[in-house]
């Protein structure tokens, strides 16, 4: 299977004779062993099997396994959310006295994990505009830094990153590029083709894409030699005691230890599992992936052109707008186009924003995006109602700003519903 189309459709299960053409839902907490050492090989990861889903189930390995092929890595896992995900794939190699370099321009909830929760375990980061000189990317690296993270397309900012000169960095630095690809999917880029060598998701957006079930998952491209950086790996590197002297590195290789260590310690000790209805429920949005980001992409481009030429609008950010500051670079790793969340500002601030958002009779109301409904937010009498205009502006959000995710909807629709909310 080669084509990314079919992959939505059909990778990571393959029914046998006579099986149930659609993924089970195997809900089931525990499995059953005829003896007791059929069991104990799995404890002892001699052997690959199910035997408690706080850890795995078949379930969920099928639809990691899809998300995987999308991604063109060699290992997936599915997370019980989108923040999981980024927590198990950083803690999986970052430990109390590590380091971190992170895009500044990432998603709130990402923020505050790598920033105050991640700080309190002792773990420290420094935080580097994805616009950065190539000195202050320098700068920006310790002896004890163990990665590199970043966000394809940001939310909500819609800065796009640099993947290639990222990893770049990170790989002259002896350490990984960690990626989170929500935004764009692997429909539209694919990190891991461009350096990238963990890749992760809130799979609660366009993979899901109905609002439906919250959900992240975590790639392994397979490709980092952890043991090639051994001394900065030891959880990878070095024989892991609850597991009977273990090294994932070596019995795993560099296909399999990233996502075996995080499934055998991380998911066992924290347990934040997708459960395997969501993860029915996530199979069937990327059944159709393919089919819809494509129009999120056409919808989110001519909501983009129109209000561009809106008197009333200040600006509009959609990296895909040739007059955005990002464009080429978007164009370099999203040529299809990267996804159909927008943002703009209305002119009059805070007030003309309140009465824009009262008159919209299509677009809802809604703190989420990449859904197959669109919906608006205004950060200012919203998420962020707390901060007064100044604040807001240094934030860079100013108080009339509105953040649009575009659906899939008719396009004329949603610009009939903008023009009519937009009239005095
Ligand atoms: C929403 C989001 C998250 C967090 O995902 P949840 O599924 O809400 O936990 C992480 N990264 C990005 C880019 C997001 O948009």
Redesign the pocket.
């Known amino acids: 299977m080669t084509k990314i189309n079919t992959k939505c459709v059909q990778a990571g299960y393959t029914p046998g004779n006579g099986e149930p053409r659609q993924i089970p839902i195997i809900q089931s907490t525990t499995f059953k062993y005829d003896t007791s050492e059929d069991m104990g090989k799995l404890f002892d990861l001699e052997a690959s099997g199910y035997f408690y889903t706080r850890l795995q189930n078949p379930t969920n390995d099928h639809v990691a396994a899809k998300i995987a092929a999308l991604e063109g890595g060699t290992a997936g896992m599915l997370t019980s959310?989108?923040?999981?995900?980024?927590f198990f794939a950083l803690f999986n190699i970052c430990s109390c006295g590590d380091h971190i370099v992170s895009s500044s321009s990432?998603?709130g909830?990402?923020f505050n994990l790598i920033s105050v929760t991640m700080a309190k375990m002792g773990i420290e980061a420094t935080f580097v505009s994805p616009d950065c000189s190539d000195e202050e990317l320098e700068a920006a690296f310790r002896e004890n830094t163990k990665c590199v993270f970043g966000?394809t397309i940001?939310?909500p900012a819609l800065t796009v990153f640099d993947i290639e000169r990222f990893a770049e960095a990170a790989h002259r630095h002896g350490v990984p590029l960690i990626v989170?690809n929500?935004?764009p999917t692997p429909v539209n880029c694919r990190p891991i083709e461009w350096g990238a060598d963990i890749v992760?998701?809130?799979?609660?957006?366009y993979m899901d894409g109905h609002g439906t079930a919250?959900?992240?998952a975590i790639v392994d491209s397979g490709k980092f030699d952890w043991m090639a950086h051994a001394d900065k790996f030891p959880g990878l590197c070095t024989p892991d005691d609850s597991y009977h002297g273990i090294t994932y590195a070596e019995k795993f290789g560099k296909e399999g230890a990233f996502i075996t260590k995080a499934t055998a310690q991380l998911m066992r000790d924290f347990g934040s599992i997708q459960s395997p209805q969501n993860a029915f429920y996530l199979n069937l949005g990327l059944e159709s992936l393919h089919v819809r980001m494509p129009r999120h992409v056409e919808n989110g481009k001519a909501v983009a052109e129109f209000l561009e030429s809106h008197p009333k609008v200040e600006y509009v950010n959609y990296p895909h707008l040739p007059s955005n500051k990002y464009y080429e670079t978007a164009m370099k790793y999203m040529p299809e186009g990267g996804c159909g969340v927008v943002s703009f500002e209305i002119r009059g601030g805070r007030k003309a924003a309140e009465a824009f958002m009262k008159k919209l009779k299509l677009c809802a109301i809604e703190t989420h995006?990449?859904d197959a409904r669109t919906c608006v937010l205004n950060p200012a009498t919203s998420t962020h109602r707390q901060m007064n205009d100044e604040q807001l502006k240094a934030a860079g959000v100013p108080a009339g700003m509105v953040r649009m995710s575009c659906g899939l909807e008719d396009k004329e629709d949603l610009i009939e519903d903008l023009r009519q909310a937009l009239e005095d």
């Open positions: 959310s989108g923040q999981a995900a980024n990432i998603y909830g990402t966000e940001a939310n989170d929500t935004f992760t998701h809130s799979t609660t957006k919250v959900g992240g995006v990449a």
